[in-house]
């Protein structure tokens, strides 16, 4: 596969902490427009794999890119918008002021019409652009960090469980935008504790387990691997194989 048809490279990742391998030769490709859903129990090395990705930490081992242009190079994030697991505002802030914040990092112009159309597709209340960060519920503030992602206009997004903390109608309306991305073409790489969000959005997906990549390939893949009747059931199959590999002398 030519490079330039691939947005995101992994080969022969790792990741060590205190001698400890928390990624052990992960190679992945995630190609251009394709959603791809990244699985795993906590603890499996799934958000430090995006750590490495976005280059906040360093690897002791093999290569990352981003649309073709090494990881560590800023340019290569210029491309990408990110949400992080744990999603905190700086507190002082109004909902207005954090949206231009994110939007002018971004290099995209902030307008008010397209930040209301978003709250709303979000179930955002419009008040909350006057509202300092510090008085948001947790699912508010997931809300906000959501809609400064969405309106970056970028053509990867980076999303480490997004949906957390949203209430079900929440979740609803965000796989709804979700799917307007696909349908745009961009790329979406998240990961998920929601198998059934994965069966339903992605064109592929992955499963990390004790910082080894188990498995790669479509939601139905790994159901039929395993003879398995829903996603759920196969993920367990997976990681159940991959431990009694371990085991075996």
């Known amino acids: 596969m030519d490079m330039s048809d691939i947005a995101l490279h992994f080969a022969g990742v790792e990741k ?88 002018e990092l971004y290099r995209t112009s902030y307008d008010e019409a397209r930040v209301a159309r978003m709250f709303g597709a979000l179930d955002l209340e419009l008040s909350a652009l006057e509202r300092p960060a510090r008085t948001f519920s947790k699912g508010m503030t997931q809300k906000l960090g959501l809609a400064a992602c969405l309106l970056s206009g970028k053509d990867l997004y980076v999303l480490d469980e997004p949906a957390g903390g949203l209430d079900p109608k929440a979740r609803a309306l965000l796989k709804l935008e979700l799917k307007a991305l696909q349908r745009a073409g961009r790329t979406v790489f998240f990961t998920s504790h929601a198998l059934a969000d994965v069966a339903e959005l992605c064109d592929r997906m992955a499963v990390l387990h004790a910082g080894r990549l188990r498995f790669a390939g479509t939601p139905r893949e790994l159901a039929g691997r395993y003879g398995a009747s829903d996603l759920e059931q196969a993920f367990l199959a997976c990681i159940a194989a991959d431990a009694a590999t371990a085991a075996t002398p």
Not at 20 to 35: H, K, Q, T
Not at 95 to 100: E, Q
């Open 16 to 103: 060590r902490y205190a001698g400890a391998p928390a990624l052990a030769d992960f190679s992945l490709d995630v190609r251009p427009g394709e959603f791809f859903g990244l699985v795993g129990v906590n603890g499996a090395g799934k958000t430090t794999l995006i750590k490495c990705l976005l280059d906040f930490c360093d690897v002791d081992g093999g290569a990352i890119e981003i649309f073709a242009v090494p990881h560590r190079a800023t340019a290569a994030r210029a491309r990408l918008a990110y949400l992080p697991e744990r999603f905190n505002p700086p507190f002082y802030l109004t909902g207005r002021d954090f949206i231009r914040y994110m939007l």
